[in-house]
């Protein structure tokens, strides 16, 4: 029997042996499905996640404001007009916006500040989440400021191109002839930065639930972008990732507020050109059921 002994030992052996390099199998195959997800959406950053809560969490419910139930409701005023001038207003809107495309070459000539007020006080019409209006529009004309803006998304972007976003999607790009030097940031007269509030502050001071802030605060943006192409303005929308924070300590906005869009805004510069693209046909976009 004592023959075994050496045996049996050799067999644990063997088996712990077996168990550890499954273990670490197990580990190393997780820890490249991580970095196959982290490739797959490598541009994800906090700031562009959706952070809207739909019930507060049970241990902060004391921080949170009391519900206004109490809200005067009055008649409501509407203008009508007739089924012909239906047609030719929703026509013409339709061939206004039609002519709006992503521009990348902007002059520095001045926009009037009347005209950046309508446009932002148009976007703020936008419908929201229980009424919560969860968007801060940050208008930037100093030069100074401008140009650590451009500084830091250039540094981010060249990271974006070259390491984030992967090939296929810079391949995508290609067409657009866009890289990560955004000149624009520089000579464009305004800057408009779009941040969505998380969450917001009662008058008491407790939190206030900021409910769908994301897709609330998209469809202010395109109210906004809508309001641009009819006063005569052109821009490009910019998600500049890895960024917000930056952005957000430059401009001195708090941690309740993500950076959601940058648009630059102004004339087209004189040798503007643009991607000869097509949109979808109506037949492509539209279901009727």
């Known amino acids: 029997m004592l023959f075994l002994t050496p045996l049996l030992v050799s067999v644990v052996c063997i ?4 168990i550890f390099k ?7 195959r997780r820890k490249r499905e991580t970095r196959a997800r982290a490739q797959a959406r490598p541009w994800v950053e906090e700031d562009l996640k959706d ?7 049970e241990e902060d419910a004391d921080d949170w404001q009391d519900s206004e139930e109490n809200v005067e409701h009055i008649p409501f005023s509407h203008t009508r007009y007739p089924e012909k001038e239906m047609v030719k207003r929703s026509q013409e809107f339709y061939e206004l916006l039609n002519k709006r495309r992503s521009v990348r070459f902007i002059s520095n000539e001045q926009v009037p500040r009347e005209v950046i007020d309508n446009v932002i006080k148009a976007a703020g019409t936008a419908p929201s989440g229980a009424h919560t209006e969860p968007w801060t529009f940050v208008v930037v004309k100093d030069p100074d400021v401008k ?3 451009r500084e830091i998304i250039e540094e981010e972007e060249e990271i974006n191109y070259l390491k984030r976003m992967g090939r296929q999607w810079v391949t995508d790009l290609k067409k657009l002839r866009t890289n990560w030097i955004k000149e624009y940031l520089d000579t464009a007269p305004v800057l408009i930065l779009i941040f969505k509030q998380v969450h917001g502050f009662a008058a008491n001071g407790r939190r206030k639930v900021h409910y769908y802030n994301e897709i609330s605060v998209s469809i202010a943006c395109g109210l906004l972008l809508a309001a641009l192409q009819n006063a005569g303005l052109v821009t490009v929308t910019t998600t500049p990732l890895n960024c917000g924070p930056r952005l957000r300590e430059l401009l001195d906005r708090p941690s309740n507020e993500k950076l959601l869009m940058l648009l630059p805004v102004g004339y087209p510069s004189k040798e503007a050109t643009v991607p000869n693209l097509t949109r979808k046909p109506l037949d492509q976009i539209m279901v009727t059921v």
């Open 51 to 57: 952070s809207s809560d739909l019930h507060a969490v």
């Open 147 to 149: 140009h650590k803006i």
């Open 15 to 18: 088996l712990i042996a077996w």
């Open 22 to 28: 499954n273990v670490d199998g197990n580990m190393e």
